[in-house]
């Protein structure tokens, strides 16, 4: 965890230097936490593992000291997160619970909470109001088939994921809840 005097502050990397940057700043002994998210195979994404926060990863120094300088000068670090020149404390829990929700290696798993043949009802879109059936998961751009029941017969229809009472969640908070 975090030292007396020391904080974790978010830093802003170079686009998709993450790993670079976070390994460099392990090089020089700093402390680093680099949240991942898996997401569900799909045939159309290329990578399925992404960082949680593009271009960010958190660390934990002595905001006014040589390790600051050390990490604001790191390769593939673009500047610690400020406000008016006073580098942005991340609360102490909401890393933990980053931590508490990834494995060893920063991965957090993830996973829609609808299931195929689940009922749902949209809210929002042309369908708003409607009830359907979950016919395939979110797909690469967010999107659900449904099947409704339109004009008196099934229909499949493509409904943005947001449109839809679920939400994806970590694996780890399923199996406690």
Known sequence: MTQHNKHWCAVYTKPQREEFA???LH???VETFFPKLILPKSAKRKKHIVALFPN???VCIEVISVEYA???WC??????VSFNGTPAIVEPSIIAFLMGQAEADGVISARCNVAIGQQVAIN?????????IIQEPPNAKGRVKILLELLSRP???DVPVQFIKASWVTSRSLAEG
Do not use: E
């Open 70 to 72: 050390s990490v604001i």
């Open 56 to 58: 960010y990863l958190f």
């Open 22 to 24: 976070q390994m460099n």
């Open 75 to 80: 390769p593939g670090v673009k500047r610690i």
């Open 155 to 157: 229909t499949k229809v």
């Open 27 to 29: 090089l020089r002994g």
């Open 124 to 132: 929002g879109g042309p369908f708003d109001g409607l009830v359907g």
